[in-house]
């Protein structure tokens, strides 16, 4: 254990991209502060749409290489974010991209989606003895928006720090640790209608703009327990996400996926805490609150 950081923070995402647009100013703020931050993505993202013209041939339905190029992305994300620990989970290739939900992608042989719970979340559980984290940070059940891998990831997330805190789960994969605090990604409305009306009064060239609904995670302002201020971290996030430049296009302080409609780039960072003790009184401004060890 000593050679642990005092903090240590582990994020569970989908696939590369899905870190930075929600947690990249969070994750820059540990990384500068000196906690541990583990970042584990599920998937390589190989059916992500591709935005740049001169690289359409990476994906799927055409030489299907996107998942290597997009490990490359996420490796600058990081740098720009300052975060040095990100894994796949399962190591990379280990599942893949689902798909968005119905399409035939769901349920081939490897995609996330398919795989049993219990099996993708021993992979993490190993990871969560290793760097045993006080937080976690993932999805809502939802998946912030119903995608087959956002809502797995979820899945396997909570169960993983279930299983990891069993001492009958397991052995061989470490010395059993229990997660303190859980957060899901949330998004208050008001903080996103403030963005789309900003957006609106802003000179971009994104042929259209997308609506609060777009937003993965929105819920009532009275859900969020948490928020974390990232304008120190502004510069920071919008470059990773501008890493990721086979599916996202960064204008200012706005940027689109491959929809080309127009969203504000959320500088601070809500969550809602589901596990661990509740603030009183306002909001939290640090995941770490009331960690003791
Ligand atoms: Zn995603």
New binding site residues.
Partial sequence: MTDHPARRLLLV???P??ESINNGATMARYAAEGAGVTLVTCTL?EEGEVIPPALAHLAADRDDTLGAHRVAELAAAMKELGVTDHRFLGGPGRFRDSGMTGAPQNHREGAFWAAPVDEAAAYLVEVIRSVCPQVLVTYDPDGGYG?P??IQAHRVAMRAADLAAEPDFRPDLGTPHAIAKIYWNRVPRAYAQDGFARLRAATVSFPGTGAVDDIPGVVDDAVITTEIDGTAYAAAKTAAMRAHATQITVEGDFFALSNNLGQPVLITEYYQLVRGERPVGGRESDLFAGVTS
């Fill in positions: 995402h989908a696939h991209d899905d993202g995608h891998d956002h």
